[in-house]
């Protein structure tokens, strides 16, 4: 498994779908995990206990009652809301460590070669545990801003979410491998690509990038004199 991390806005989850497209590989998306964390009721429950009705779109009967995320969001992002973020990590990391190893489980099981792990807090949460590399992805802060914008975010809204997560500059440290984002994707995937190659991992059958890298993945033709067994 390798995980990928980067600033709010830097791309991670568009690179990890093109490479695994590529590659033949899986990607545990780790907002996905937290939204469907959110949906058990054991998480509602005490979700419920902590932060009240006013975090749910709809009260009364739990089970049927949807977390609006928005509103979950304003109680724990920013200043003077360390407090009731660790609580929501407390409740609701565990379920994400559970439910992404269980999808990881499942992928290898299939007999994928190699899965990608995008997660925002993974250095954080402890989950780069299960990763054998971590790939930190790089892109102006500039960039990042106007890629947010796209989700009706501004500035201040960039520095609330990211102020809860490690700085980017602690995150590039503890990765493996430094991906330039800010430009072509077409440019990120090839980085990324070789440092598959480096890391040995082997495309699944069929997969694009084979095609493209025949020349490499073509079965060896024996030297003169030597004997093939099959």
């Known amino acids: 498994?390798?995980?990928?991390?980067?600033?709010?806005?830097?791309g991670k989850s568009a690179l990890c779908s093109a490479v695994a497209e590529r590659w033949g590989l899986a990607v545990l998306d780790g907002d996905a995990a937290g939204h469907?964390?959110?949906?058990?009721?054991?998480?509602?429950?005490?979700?419920?206990?902590?932060?009240?009705?006013a975090i749910f779109f709809a009260h009364g009967d739990l089970a049927h009652a949807e977390i609006n995320r928005s509103k979950l969001?304003?109680?724990v992002f920013g200043p003077g809301n360390e407090a009731a973020l660790k609580d929501?990590?407390?409740?609701?990391?565990?379920?994400?460590?559970?439910?992404?190893?269980?999808?990881?489980?499942?992928?290898?099981?299939?007999?994928?070669?190699a899965v990608l792990l995008d997660a925002a807090v993974m250095l954080e949460s402890g989950w780069s545990e299960f990763c054998e590399?971590?790939?930190?992805?790089?892109?102006?802060?500039?960039?990042?801003?106007r890629r947010v914008a796209g989700r009706g975010w501004d500035e201040a809204e960039l520095d609330r979410r990211e102020a809860s997560q490690w700085p980017l500059d602690r995150k590039?440290?503890?990765?493996?491998?430094?991906?330039?984002?800010g430009g072509a994707l077409a440019d990120a995937v090839r980085a990324f690509d070789a440092l598959l190659f480096e890391w040995s991992v082997e495309p699944s059958p069929g997969a694009p990038i084979r095609r493209e890298r025949s020349d490499?993945?073509?079965?060896?033709?024996?030297?003169?004199?030597?004997?093939?067994l099959s």
């Open 216 to 228: 490499l993945f073509a079965p060896a033709r024996p030297a003169a004199g030597q004997t093939v």
């Open 73 to 75: 969001a304003a109680r």
């Open 88 to 113: 929501l990590e407390a409740i609701v990391h565990p379920v994400i460590r559970r439910r992404l190893l269980e999808e990881a489980a499942g992928w290898f099981a299939s007999g994928v070669e």
């Open 36 to 53: 469907a964390a959110l949906r058990e009721d054991a998480v509602k429950n005490a979700l419920h206990d902590r932060f009240g009705e």
């Open 1 to 10: 498994m390798f995980g990928v991390v980067g600033g709010v806005g830097s």
């Open 172 to 181: 590039k440290a503890a990765a493996d491998a430094v991906i330039d984002n």
């Open 133 to 145: 590399k971590i790939v930190f992805v790089d892109v102006p802060r500039t960039e990042r801003l």
